[in-house]
């Protein structure tokens, strides 16, 4: 049957930023189907709360912290085995160029594409044996242009680009791709969206005509997380409602 292809029975998962917004769809998707998901963040309760729905575990983990990153991993062997790696965790305030200041940048960088080498680097030698899957949450912003994304699309854009050499490294036994997200209706965009039109405003830049929901996001990455996709890697799918310019309701002035 085709549906058995998305079937994860026996697998353990690591979901990082899996506390609320797309992490937590995605640990819930994978549950659903059968995963064992190690649902990682740095808010105790929201992992719980999270592990609890799909019979999993929470791990406390700043995935900036490499000492954290190194006890998460150690918590999903204590399962037997690791197969798939979700890092969803990242993000950056939007800032004109000139406002950026190097550590801003650095630390864009860092959360939003080290973090994901490093803890793919950890997760992949306990991969190579039987087979492995890591999916990378990207952006739309890390191939569309808008003023006040400078280090955070720059960060995505590496991302995307380090998913590729990763894949082309580690094919074929263990498949890396990516998702470029564009805009979901998530606790960090949803102040903007509550503002006096922008709302509107998004949904006129989206060919598809709606906000994204984090469930959108959720079965493309169960998609590339599964069998299903086992043809599937060094790609970065765009889940995005159609946008070809990016659907940012405002323009920040740069100067």
Request: charged content about 20%; proline content about 4%; hydrophobic content about 50%.
């Given at each position: 049957?085709?549906?058995?292809?998305?079937?994860?029975?026996?697998?353990?998962?690591?979901?990082?930023?899996?506390?609320?917004?797309?992490?937590?769809?995605?640990?819930?998707?994978?549950?659903?189907?059968?995963?064992?998901?190690?649902?990682?963040?740095?808010?105790?309760?929201?992992?719980?709360?999270?592990?609890?729905?799909?019979?999993g575990?929470?791990?406390?983990?700043?995935?900036?912290?490499?000492?954290?990153?190194?006890?998460?991993?150690q918590?999903?062997?204590?399962?037997g085995?690791?197969?798939?790696?979700?890092?969803?965790?990242?993000?950056?305030?939007?800032?004109?160029?000139?406002?950026?200041?190097?550590a801003?940048?650095?630390?864009?960088?860092?959360?939003?594409?080290?973090s994901?080498?490093?803890?793919?680097?950890?997760?992949?030698?306990?991969?190579l044996?039987?087979?492995?899957?890591?999916?990378?949450?990207?952006?739309?912003?890390?191939?569309?242009?808008?003023?006040?994304?400078?280090?955070?699309?720059?960060?995505?854009?590496?991302?995307?680009?380090?998913?590729?050499?990763?894949?082309?490294?580690?094919?074929?036994?263990?498949?890396?791709?990516?998702?470029?997200?564009?805009?979901?209706?998530?606790?960090?965009?949803?102040?903007?969206?509550?503002?006096?039109?922008?709302?509107?405003?998004?949904?006129?830049?989206?060919?598809?005509?709606?906000?994204?929901?984090?469930?959108?996001?959720?079965?493309?990455?169960?998609?590339?997380?599964?069998?299903?996709?086992?043809?599937?890697?060094?790609?970065?799918?765009?889940?995005?409602?159609?946008?070809?310019?990016?659907?940012?309701?405002?323009?920040?002035?740069?100067?």
């Open positions: 049957m085709i549906l058995d292809r998305f079937d994860l029975q026996g697998r353990v998962a690591i979901v990082t930023g899996a506390g609320r917004g797309i992490g937590r769809a995605i640990a819930l998707a994978l549950g659903e189907v059968g995963a064992t998901v190690v649902c990682a963040a740095r808010t105790a309760a929201q992992i719980e709360e999270t592990a609890n729905l799909v019979k575990r929470a791990v406390v983990c700043d995935v900036n912290d490499a000492e954290a990153r190194a006890g998460l991993v918590t999903a062997l204590e399962l085995r690791i197969d798939i790696l979700v890092n969803v965790a990242g993000g950056a305030p939007p800032r004109i160029a000139l406002e950026t200041g190097d801003m940048f650095d630390e864009a960088f860092h959360f939003n594409c080290t994901a080498f490093a803890l793919s680097r950890l997760c992949i030698p306990h991969m044996a039987d087979g492995g899957s890591i999916v990378n949450i990207s952006s739309a912003l890390s191939h569309l242009v808008d003023s006040g994304f400078v280090a955070y699309g720059t960060a995505k854009a590496a991302l995307n680009h380090m998913t590729r050499l990763m894949a082309c490294e580690f094919a074929p036994r263990v498949r890396v791709n990516a998702l470029a997200v564009g805009a979901v209706d998530t606790d960090a965009l949803r102040m903007f969206l509550e503002m006096p039109g922008m709302r509107e405003r998004m949904i006129e830049k989206t060919p598809m005509g709606r906000i994204g929901t984090v469930e959108d996001v959720a079965l493309a990455a169960l998609y590339l997380a599964s069998p299903a996709s086992s043809w599937v890697t060094g790609k970065v799918l765009e889940i995005d409602g159609g946008t070809v310019d990016s659907s940012w309701p405002f323009k920040i002035p740069g100067f």
